[in-house]
Every structure is written in structure tokens, then in C-alpha cells.
């Protein structure tokens, strides 16, 4: 086998890299107070050097994952030897936490990395999920309007979009909650959602797992031919996140809206595993085995940039538009206090029945409505971007 271990995303994914300008994405962030939750991802920890290398005045991480925010010390000290940040240990579900690091930090832009995102363990654990997805977000969102920031940054993610599954569901609740806050003009802090695709080469993705196969000489499985999703890079999704703040503290009109990236066409996971066998000069089906297993519970052939009943816009941006759709405020309240409830109590049952609501409240919506349409409007206002 070759010795070569690293993968090209150009190649595996079939299409070029977009052009993006962290530089002068990043300059908006000089002299600012920034805190990220989720620091010690992989986007986090990625963001966490942008803005380290934009000359803020300080930079604060926060993260439940010791070994994770260690790593990122080391890094961000190696990096900046003279920027003034601190790792906190601390999980967005405990708000007298958050609360505490707020008061004393007072940041004034806030980037909301954390999730729990894998869908399987959401959808084996959703109370844990609501608890960390939802009440992290609400906890976070509290405490950055409480002590003043300019702005709080969600990232969201394509499974929102007619989710399938409990992951799906407690982040577009999440995306609702925030886009209900950013519609209050009285509200000091501007509440900017972004929505992204699966980031190559994250942790627990996809692409590791058939890294680790490919490694060791084992079947890369897959779990349908025809499953295809949507993928961007980490500079593209921290040129993402950037874009979307600026454009959104500029633009007043983007109040309520949800942002996303054009990623280009959708990979099929089949072809991905294939350039990924080739890649190390092996043959696929010959040396390495393509295996089929079955679809997990929740998982969807395809994903879409769009719901029903949202609408696609351009922005000024090259890469990155709008989405404009209307929610229930009422029903995101109710939601919230609910899943608060249930939570406390660890009921399983009662959290798994208030999502499914989520889950099931665009089965009505005809499927080329649900799939094709959306993809197709995001292009279009892509293409026909504001000058």
C-alpha cells in the first residue's frame, strides 16, 4: 500500500476549493472580544485560529473536552505566542457556567460551535441531544444578550432541513430559537445563522472512517449506493461563518434569515469511497472491498439547502445566500419549555414525541417539493447574487 496518508479534498470531492479571504474576513474581528463554544472541534478549534491570527483583543474557548481545549492551548500558543486567550472548561448546558465566563469575559462576538452531531448517538440519546442542541443554544443565546454581544454566530447544519432524524430535529429548533431572537429589534445582540454541509475530514465523519478502512486494508462500508451529501472544506466553512457575521451586522434586512454556502453539487458517498481508494493507488473492489450495509435510522438518501416554504436570496457574496421562511413563534416557546421539562427528568419518551414533531411536520409536502425544488432555488439566487 502506499505510504501516502493524506487526502486531497479537490480530488476527493471533485471540484475545485472556493476562493476565500479569511484575511479580510477576519480583519472585522481585530480589537473585538470573541468567544467560541465548541472550541476544541473541528470547526471550532479551525475558527479558533482564524480569529486568533485577526489580532482580537482577546479570545476565549470554551469546551466540556479537556484533552481538546489542551491541544488547542498548545496550538493557539505556538500560533499567537501573544494573544490574550483563555480555555474554559465548561459544558453550554450549565448556564450558572456560561453566566459566570460572561460576566467576567463580556464577549462581543459570540461563535456557538457546539453540538452533539452525530446522528446515530442523537438518535439512540435524544434527550441528550435536546439538552446540549436546544438548552445550549437557549443558555448561550440568554447570556449573550444578558451581558451585551454584538453578536452570537449558530452553526447549524443541512439536517435541519426537513429533518429525519432527532439531530435534524433539535438543531432546526435551535435554528427557529434563534431566528425568533434575531427578529427582535430591541435586542442588543444580532442572532446570525449559519447553515453548513458535512465538513471534509471532520471528526466522526465519514471521511476518517474510510481513512481508518483504507489503512487497514478493511471494506469501506457504505450504507447506500445513492447516498449523496453535501461537502465544503474547513476554510470554506470558516470563510462561511465570517461572511455571514459581516454581512449580517451590515445588513438589517437579514434579520430572521438563515445563511448558507454554495458547496456545489452533492458527492455521492460511493464515488467519494472510490477516489479515496485510488487516491492511495489501490483498486477498489479489488484490493479494498466497497460494502453495502443499510440505511441507519434517520438517515436520508440526500439533503437539501432549502425547507418547504423557504425561499432562497442573494446576497453580495460570491459564495453565500439566504434563506427567508416563516416560523411559529408560539411553537418554538412551547417546544423550549417542554423539552426544558423533560430533560430535567432524562424522559426519553416525552423528548422523542416533541421532536417527531419536528420530524414529521413537512411530511405533508410533496417529495420533488421537499428535494429538488429547494437545491434548485438555492442555485438560482447563487447565480443571481446582489452586485
Known amino acids: 500500500m502506499s505510504s501516502r496518508k493524506t487526502y486531497d479534498p479537490e480530488e476527493i470531492l471533485g471540484r475545485k476549493e472556493q476562493e476565500v479571504e479569511l484575511v479580510s474576513l477576519g480583519a472585522q474581528l481585530a480589537g473585538k472580544r470573541v468567544l467560541i ?25 470554551y469546551d466540556h473536552d479537556e484533552y481538546g481545549l489542551y491541544t488547542l492551548r498548545g496550538t493557539l500558543d505556538e ?64 447570556v449573550a444578550r444578558k451581558y451585551g454581544a454584538q453578536a452570537m454566530v449558530l452553526i447549524s447544519t443541512d439536517k435541519a432541513v426537513r429533518p429525519h432524524n432527532m439531530m435534524g430535529a433539535t438543531k432546526k429548533i435551535a435554528e427557529e430559537l434563534c431566528r425568533a431572537r434575531d427578529m427582535d429589534s430591541q435586542s442588543p445582540t444580532r442572532h446570525i445563522i449559519v447553515r453548513f454541509g ?55 434586512g437579514s434579520r430572521g434569515s438563515i445563511f448558507f454556502h454554495d458547496m456545489g453539487p452533492g458527492v455521492r458517498i460511493a464515488d467519494l469511497a472510490r477516489r479515496m481508494i485510488t487516491s492511495q493507488g489501490l483498486r477498489p473492489n479489488v484490493d479494498i472491498p466497497i460494502v453495502i450495509t443499510k440505511l441507519r435510522a434517520g438517515e436520508k438518501i440526500s439533503e437539501a439547502l432549502l425547507a418547504p416554504g423557504e425561499t432562497a436570496e442573494a446576497t453580495r457574496s460570491k459564495q453565500v445566500a439566504l434563506a427567508r421562511g416563516k416560523i411559529d413563534r408560539n411553537q418554538v416557546t412551547l417546544t423550549l419549555n417542554g423539552l426544558d421539562a423533560a430533560c430535567r427528568l432524562s424522559d426519553e419518551i416525552a ?31 447563487l447565480d443571481g447574487r446582489k452586485s
Not at 38 to 59: D, F, H, K, M, Q
Open 79 to 142: 500560533l499567537q505566542p501573544n494573544l490574550q486567550r483563555r480555555v474554559v472548561l465548561g459544558d453550554v448546558r450549565d448556564k450558572a457556567r456560561l453566566d459566570q465566563v460572561f460576566k467576567i469575559e463580556k464577549p462581543e462576538i459570540v461563535f456557538h460551535v457546539a453540538a452533539l452531531k452525530h446522528v446515530g448517538m442523537v438518535e439512540e440519546n435524544p434527550a441528550e441531544g435536546a439538552a446540549t442542541n436546544v438548552l445550549g443554544t437557549r443558555n448561550t443565546s440568554d
Open 351 to 381: 423528548v422523542r414525541r416533541m421532536l417527531s414533531n419536528y420530524i414529521h411536520s413537512d411530511a405533508k409536502a410533496p417529495e420533488q417539493i421537499r428535494a429538488k425544488v429547494p437545491a434548485k432555488d438555492a442555485a438560482r439566487a
Open 198 to 252: 458535512n465538513v471534509f475530514g471532520s471528526s466522526g465523519s465519514v471521511v476518517p472512517l474510510f481513512a481508518h478502512q483504507i489503512e487497514r486494508l478493511l471494506p469501506v462500508t457504505i450504507t447506500h449506493p445513492e447516498v449523496e451529501r453535501y461537502f465544503m472544506t474547513e476554510r470554506e466553512a470558516v470563510s462561511l461563518v465570517l461572511e455571514a457575521l459581516q454581512i449580517g451586522l451590515e445588513d438589517e
Open 37 to 61: 463554544t465548541g472550541a476544541a472541534g473541528t470547526i471550532g478549534s479551525a475558527l479558533s485560529r482564524a480569529v486568533a491570527a485577526s489580532a482580537p483583543e482577546s479570545l476565549v474557548a
